[in-house]
Structure formats: structure tokens, C-alpha cells
């Protein structure tokens, strides 16, 4: 025991006094030009270093900075700054005045990734072959002097041209070799904007082999959470993973065998970005379910239902909606895009879509959406248009075709009242500035042709109210007895224009069993308000004296349905179209009458006045 601690002893003095030794011995300042010249060399960036460098012996070896910057050629300002660096160092290579570096920290540094800290071209510079003069040797070109890299707590700037800058904040950044040219990497930051805080963590493995053309890297784990303005409670969270490859000319960025979750929704695929004067984006995804409901925080209300939605956090306030919208729209010219987007199953307020397929391309504010198709509601619909925001105010043209779907489901998904149900057919050509239910409902205007199967119009059974009515006035016929409180049509057909929330019905035609009707009228969607007029025929359910039922199967009776949709009024002129149907009749038999008894005297004044009536 006592020999271990002589010799403990013995070693703790000769580390003193190398250390002692190595600080009297080697000066820091030695390696300042040392390690200006190199990172010049390999990068061609600037590194400047204010201040001694000194030595920190514990716990580790170290070299203390005080402020630096890393400045590109020709660039207005720094690409990193910070008020102080550590560079922890080897022992042993000291001593023959070689410098390798185990690990850089840098602590509140400021990264900007900005037009000011961009390389410029200087005029008068040489051209060196093939980017900056460095020996063609493969191990002078990359040689990993620094094992690690460590950036704690600081902060990103981030911009590309006129665009708002973004501030990525709280960034924790360890880069270690693995291999040469090879490196792990593993991220943490935040990012607030707009009132909304974006969290993330991510690790990579990097590949540099082809630096500074291209840079590899494959994202073994990614996880975030996005919460704030807008978002449903608890956020917005998932996992992602992929490959991804950066290349320096022409500036690309491509990802691939991509996966990315959020809130229990699963997207795979690519994305690839062009950078340039205009970027140019291309998406290619798929999704075997996706519940747009578990992003969004929509929800439906049961009549019984006593508890609520999860809350969404209120966006800011914005003195102007509609100008900030058109802002959002404006900033489809700044790009080009083309998406190819394939679902098996969304769920899309409350309603279930199947077979989703997306398939547009934006040129500098043109959206052009070749196909936005689906199965909804025991149907299908496709609805192809394009978008152009490239003027002052954007134009949105629509050409939907629905085919057999249920209106009822629909109306319902948009918290509007089921007044009219059956499988719903249309096609049509609608122009629009925005894409809210509110903006549908007051600012569209358009053109469809409409087709309805087992429709039912509730809260009103017209072939009810025209018996009833008739069996009010004579007791001839009657109606049969029915407690629906609907009206069900087999085929209803009509032509509607939309303008500006009202709607117009032309060519209205509906067929069923029981009776038949055309008209048309209006449809007064903001104030959920309709005026119809219709021509009824009951041609079926009437009982009693079967010449009348005769008569009235063939007598057309004016109907007016007008008033909310929920509580629908109705106007019939049922006692004067009888009246006259009576006179007609009685007319008809005092006619036959007076032809019978021509030859009399009475027979002769009767058909006189009959002729004068």
C-alpha cells in the first residue's frame, strides 16, 4: 500500500511539473498565425483572434480565446463570432510544438447564414483551378486535426435575399470525428416566430469526403414539437429520419428515403430544393393515413356531449386579415414548386377520404392544381384549377366534378345545415379570392350544373301539405296518412349560379313516385335563407272521387318554400286553384248537358250562358 502511494505520489509531481514546464515552456500565442494559416488554407475563410491566448490546465488542457470571428472572402460580416473559445488540446505533441486539437468550444456564438456573410467575388482576385489553391494531395485536402467540435448556447441568423430574417436560438451543437472525413452530429435548438416556439433535437452521421462539393449526411433520429399561435393544445410533435445530400454547385439540397410523423400521422418520400435567384422545391409523398383532425384540433360537438375541444391558442392579432392573406398568397411568386402528394385515407373534419391524390405546380405565384382527387362520401370528386397571385389581388378558379356524393355528410363537415340530403352530382366553374368557408359563402361566384339522387328535403313534406290542403277545402279526396317530415324525390336536376353568397336555381326539375315539380328561385347562403318557387304535380296518394284525383294529377299547384333552412315557411293558393278546377268541372258537365238538350228551349238558353261565362 505504501509503495502505491510513493508511486502515486511520484506521478502527480512529474504531471505537475510538466504541466508547470509546458506553460513556462510553450507560449500559445505561437499557434495564432499557425491556426490563421491553416483554416486560410482549407477554407479560404478569415479567422481573427483578439486578445492572448492563454493556458487552462484543469480539468483539461486547454488554450482560452478571447474573441474571434470567422469572416468569408469578401463578405460585409462575420459567419461565426464569439466572445470567447476554448481549444482542449493533446499533451505530448506539445512538447515538439504540434498542435492537435481534441475539441473547439465555442460558448453564445452568433452564426449568420446571410446575404452580408456570404462569399463575394472580388473583381481583381486570380482564379485559382478548381476553387481555392490547396496542395492536390488527398491528405492536405482534408486532415482531422480537430477530433471535436462543441457550440453551446448560441444563436443562428438565418436569411436568404430580401426575406425576413430567422433566429434560431439555444443552439447545443457536438460534431466528432468517427472516421476520416467521417463525423457525428448531434443537434438541439428553438426556434420562435409569430408567437409560435419550434423545439428540436436531431443526430446525424456527417459525410465530408467530397467537402466543399458536397456534404452527406444520414439523419438517424429527429424529434420536435412545434406550440404557440394556432396550434392545438399540447402541439404539434413526431420523429423523422432520412438521407440527406448537399451540394455546393449548382446549390442543392436533396432528401431522401424520408420519414417524418406528426401527431401520430406518418409522411415517407423525398423533397429536393434548388437555391438560386428563384428556388425551386420538389415534394413527392405518401401517407397511409392521415388525420388532418389530430393537427388542426377539429372536432365534432353530439348533441350530448358535455365536454370540449381541445383549445387552440389565439393568433395574433392582425389589423388587416385579408391584406395578410394576400401577403401569404404573394409569396408563392418568390419560388417555383412542383408536389406530388398520394394518401390511402385522410380524415378531413370529421369526413373520411380515400384514395387522395395532389398533383400541383407553382411557377413564381401561377399555382397550377392538375389533380386534386378523392372518395368521399360514398362517391368521388375531382376538383382541377389553378391560382394566380402574381397581381395585386389573387384569382382562384375552380372546376369542381362531384359524382354521387352525400350532400348531407358534407354539410355537415362544415358546420351548415342539413336541410337537403341525397347523393349529390355536379360539375361547375367557380372563381374565388380565398380559401375560406366565409370567403365561399360571400365573395365566390360561379356556374354548376346540378344533379341529386334519393334527395330528401327536411322539415317540409310538400306532397303532405298539398293533400292536406285539398282535403281542407272539399271532402272529395284526401291524402294518405304519412308522419315524414321530408320530402323524398328520386331524381332532382337544376342549373345554379353562384354570386357573391346567392345562389340562383334555374331549370329546377325534380321526379318521384308520389309527385313531380320544376321551378326555381333563390338561395341566400350567408343568412342560411332560401325563396323558392315551384309548380307541384302530387300525381300519387290521393283517395276519394276518382275524377277529381284525375283532374288534380294533372293541375300543377304553385308552391312558395321561402325562410331559414331550419325552420322552412311555405305559401299555397290551393283554395282558389280548387275553385277553379270545381267551375271547370261543373262547366264541363253543363256543356254536355246543353248539348244533349239542344233542341229544347232550356237546353238553348243554357249553352248562351255558358258561352258568356
Known amino acids: 500500500m505504501r509503495r502505491l502511494l510513493t508511486t502515486l505520489a511520484i506521478l502527480l509531481v512529474v504531471l505537475v511539473a510538466g504541466m508547470t514546464a509546458l506553460v513556462l515552456l510553450v507560449n500559445p500565442n505561437d499557434f495564432r498565425a499557425y491556426m490563421v494559416k491553416k483554416v486560410e488554407q482549407r477554407s479560404g475563410y478569415q479567422l481573427?483572434?483578439?486578445?492572448?491566448?492563454?493556458?487552462?490546465?484543469?480539468?483539461?488542457?486547454s488554450i482560452l480565446a478571447g474573441r474571434m470571428t470567422l469572416t468569408a472572402p469578401g463578405a460585409q460580416a462575420p459567419v461565426i463570432s464569439a466572445d470567447n473559445m476554448r481549444l482542449d488540446v493533446k499533451l505530448l505533441p506539445l512538447f515538439s510544438h504540434?498542435?492537435?486539437?481534441?475539441?473547439?468550444?465555442?460558448?453564445?456564438?452568433?452564426?449568420?447564414?446571410?446575404?452580408?456573410?456570404?462569399?463575394?467575388?472580388?473583381?481583381?482576385?486570380?482564379?485559382?483551378?478548381?476553387?481555392?489553391?490547396?496542395?492536390?494531395n488527398a491528405e492536405s485536402l482534408w486532415k482531422f486535426d480537430i477530433d471535436n467540435l462543441r457550440v453551446v448556447d448560441s444563436l443562428l441568423i438565418w436569411q436568404r435575399a430580401n426575406n425576413e430574417q430567422i433566429n434560431v436560438r439555444d443552439i447545443n451543437l457536438t460534431l466528432q470525428q468517427s472516421g476520416q472525413r467521417l463525423a457525428q452530429m448531434e443537434l438541439s435548438s428553438r426556434v420562435n416566430r409569430d408567437q409560435r416556439d419550434l423545439t428540436f433535437t436531431m443526430a446525424a452521421d456527417i459525410d465530408l469526403q467530397q467537402y466543399p462539393r458536397q456534404i452527406g449526411a444520414k439523419v438517424t433520429q429527429f424529434s420536435y414539437q412545434l406550440e404557440g399561435a394556432d396550434i392545438i393544445a399540447g402541439g404539434i410533435k413526431g420523429e423523422g429520419s432520412g438521407q440527406a445530400v448537399y451540394q455546393q454547385s449548382p446549390q442543392?439540397?436533396?432528401?431522401?428515403?424520408?420519414?417524418?410523423?406528426?401527431?401520430?400521422?406518418?409522411?415517407?418520400?423525398?423533397?429536393?430544393?434548388?437555391?438560386?435567384?428563384?428556388?425551386?422545391?420538389?415534394?413527392?409523398?405518401?401517407?397511409?393515413?392521415?388525420?388532418?383532425?389530430?393537427?388542426s384540433g377539429w372536432h365534432t360537438k353530439t348533441a350530448d356531449e358535455t365536454t370540449t375541444a381541445p383549445p387552440v391558442a389565439a393568433s395574433p392579432v392582425i389589423a388587416n386579415q385579408t391584406e395578410d392573406m394576400q401577403q401569404n398568397l404573394q409569396a408563392l411568386r418568390e419560388f417555383n414548386a412542383q408536389i406530388n402528394l398520394k394518401a390511402e385515407q385522410v380524415t378531413y373534419r370529421g369526413m373520411n377520404i380515400g384514395q387522395l391524390a395532389v398533383k400541383a405546380n407553382n411557377q413564381q405565384g401561377l399555382l397550377a392544381?392538375?389533380?386534386?382527387?378523392?372518395?368521399l362520401a360514398g362517391g368521388d370528386f375531382a376538383i382541377p384549377g389553378s391560382l394566380d397571385a402574381r397581381a395585386n389581388k389573387p384569382v382562384i378558379k375552380l372546376q369542381p366534378v362531384l359524382r354521387q356524393i352525400e350532400l348531407g355528410e358534407v354539410l355537415k363537415a362544415f358546420n351548415m345545415p342539413s336541410a337537403i340530403t341525397g347523393a349529390f352530382t355536379m360539375q361547375g366553374d367557380l372563381v374565388g379570392e380565398r380559401f375560406t368557408a366565409s370567403s365561399f359563402r360571400q365573395r365566390w361566384h360561379g356556374t354548376a350544373e346540378l344533379t341529386?339522387?334519393?334527395?330528401?328535403?327536411?322539415?317540409?313534406?310538400?306532397?303532405?301539405?298539398?293533400?292536406?290542403?285539398?282535403?281542407?277545402?272539399?271532402?272529395?279526396v284526401s291524402g294518405q296518412d304519412s308522419y315524414q317530415r321530408y320530402t323524398e324525390v328520386k331524381q332532382v336536376s337544376a342549373k345554379a349560379s353562384l354570386n357573391q353568397g346567392t345562389v340562383t336555381l334555374s331549370e329546377l326539375v325534380a321526379e318521384s313516385p308520389l309527385l313531380s315539380l320544376s321551378g326555381g328561385g333563390t338561395l341566400d347562403l350567408p343568412g342560411e335563407q332560401c325563396d323558392v318557387i315551384l309548380n307541384v304535380l302530387v300525381t300519387?296518394?290521393?283517395?276519394?272521387?276518382?275524377?277529381?284525383?284525375a283532374q288534380l294529377r294533372k293541375t300543377p299547384i304553385p308552391l312558395r318554400v321561402y325562410g331559414p333552412w331550419k325552420q322552412l315557411n311555405y305559401q299555397l293558393q290551393v283554395e282558389q286553384l280548387l275553385r277553379k278546377t270545381l267551375e271547370n268541372r261543373a262547366k264541363d258537365a253543363l256543356n254536355k248537358w246543353a248539348d244533349k238538350n239542344k233542341a229544347s228551349q232550356t237546353g238553348q238558353d243554357l249553352k248562351k250562358l255558358l258561352d258568356k261565362l
Request: aromatic share 6%; proline share 6%; hydrophobic share 40%.
Open 48 to 61: 481573427t483572434l483578439e486578445g492572448d491566448l492563454r493556458w487552462h490546465v484543469w480539468p483539461q488542457l
Open 98 to 136: 504540434q498542435l492537435f486539437v481534441k475539441q473547439v468550444m465555442l460558448k453564445s456564438a452568433v452564426i449568420r447564414l446571410t446575404p452580408d456573410s456570404e462569399q463575394q467575388s472580388q473583381p481583381d482576385a486570380p482564379i485559382a483551378p478548381g476553387g481555392h489553391p490547396v496542395d492536390d
Open 252 to 295: 442543392q439540397i436533396a432528401l431522401s428515403q424520408l420519414m417524418f410523423s406528426a401527431n401520430g400521422n406518418q409522411l415517407t418520400g423525398s423533397i429536393g430544393a434548388q437555391f438560386g435567384p428563384i428556388p425551386s422545391y420538389t415534394l413527392d409523398l405518401a401517407a397511409t393515413q392521415l388525420n388532418l383532425d389530430m393537427l
Open 452 to 476: 341529386m339522387q334519393n334527395a330528401q328535403l327536411h322539415g317540409l313534406n310538400i306532397q303532405q301539405l298539398i293533400q292536406r290542403a285539398v282535403a281542407r277545402t272539399t271532402s272529395d
Open 540 to 549: 300519387g296518394g290521393w283517395q276519394g272521387n276518382n275524377e277529381l284525383i
Open 369 to 375: 392544381v392538375d389533380t386534386l382527387s378523392g372518395k
